[in-house]
Structure formats: C-alpha cells, structure tokens
C-alpha cells in the first residue's frame, strides 16, 4: 500500500509549496497512482476500531486515506487532514496516514506540528528518506520564519540523513546547496 499511496504529498505535493527559494520536499511522482481522481469526500465514521473486525478497520483505513489523498488532490487541507485523522482513529499505526498528516500541517503553514509528526513517524520507520527529507524541509521552513541557524542546521541533518538512505534525490541536493548559500 505504501508504495502508491505516499507520494501526492511526499513527492510533488509539498514540491508546490516553496519558501525562499525552498521548493519543497522531494517531486518524484513515480509512485503515484492516476487512478485516484477527485470526487467527493466520503469518511465513514461508526463504531469504535475494537469493535471492527480487521478487515472492517481495513477498509474504513483504506476508504478514510483514499478520502484524504482525494483532498490533497483538491488542495483542501483542512478536510484532507480530517481524513487522514480519521484513517488514524481506526488504524493507529497507519505510517502512510500519518506521513501525509505531516506534510498537510506543513501546506497549512504549521511547520513546527509537521516537525513533531515526523519525529514520531521516525521512531516507527527510522530509515524512511522521505520522511527526513520532508523533515528538512519543515525545517528550513522554521529557518525563513525565526532566521535562527539551528533551523537551518536541522534542515541540512535531515537532507543529509535523507540523501545516505537514498543518493538519488536531485532536488534534496538542490536544497543542500541552497542552505549552504544561506550562510
């Protein structure tokens, strides 16, 4: 499931939101799957997840994260993230859900929420690229609003993390460089 489901935001999606020369995280749309389209938000709410039966809270999980990559889709934040909240109420460890939770708080303009999401997104996955990668991006993001060098510091971390678990991302060297010019 990860495999197509991750990438509207972590690939592409936050690619839309730069700052100060920052264009985002990562845009690598290759996992994306063109068969989500638009349509209208349904989220199935009922019943308590230790009522469902697995494949019950499965499917809700499925239907409330397709409802919120939906809502990226649209550029409907707010609502994406009230999905993906959802898709978390029924299944806790949803790494994709709350990956893209993430990355919506960072289209938002909170940054700093982002920040605390992707921490704990890393103590479930350490070795997730994207998600360091989104991480530095919140970062740098915190640099341009508090111009505090620790920001800055934690951004280059990240991407460098980012880049040892995964070299080929051009546009987190990009943003290395950037950073760098910054000093």
């Known amino acids: 499931?990860?495999?197509?489901?991750?990438?509207?935001?972590?690939?592409?999606?936050?690619a839309l939101l730069g700052l100060a020369g920052f264009?985002?995280?990562?845009?690598?749309?290759?996992?994306?799957?063109?068969?989500?389209?638009?349509?209208?938000?349904?989220?199935?709410?009922?019943?308590?997840p230790s009522a469902m039966t697995p494949a019950e809270q499965g499917r809700r999980y499925r239907a409330a994260y397709a409802a919120g990559l939906r809502q990226v889709q649209r550029e409907q934040y707010?609502?994406?993230?009230?999905?993906?909240?959802?898709?978390l109420r029924v299944k806790p460890a949803g790494t994709e859900a709350l990956f893209n939770l993430a990355a919506c708080h960072e289209?938002?303009?909170?940054?700093?929420?982002?920040?605390?999401?992707?921490?704990?997104?890393?103590e479930v996955t350490p070795d997730d690229p994207d998600c360091y990668a989104n991480l530095?991006?919140?970062?740098?993001?915190?640099?341009?609003?508090?111009?505090?060098?620790?920001?800055?510091?934690?951004?280059?971390?990240?991407?460098?993390?980012s880049l040892r678990l995964n070299p080929d991302q051009p546009m987190?060297?990009?943003?290395?460089?950037?950073?760098?010019?910054?000093?």
């Open 23 to 48: 264009a985002g995280c990562a845009s690598d749309a290759r996992r994306w799957s063109q068969s989500d389209s638009p349509s209208q938000v349904v989220v199935e709410r009922g019943g308590e």
């Open 136 to 161: 530095g991006t919140s970062f740098i993001k915190m640099y341009h609003r508090e111009q505090s060098p620790a920001w800055r510091r934690m951004a280059r971390d990240a991407w460098e993390r």
């Open 107 to 122: 289209a938002v303009g909170d940054p700093l929420r982002a920040i605390g999401i992707y921490r704990r997104l890393l």
């Open 172 to 183: 987190i060297r990009e943003y290395l460089a950037k950073s760098r010019e910054l000093e």
């Open 78 to 87: 707010g609502l994406a993230m009230g999905a993906f909240e959802e898709a």
């Open 1 to 14: 499931m990860r495999s197509i489901s991750r990438p509207i935001i972590a690939r592409g999606f936050v």
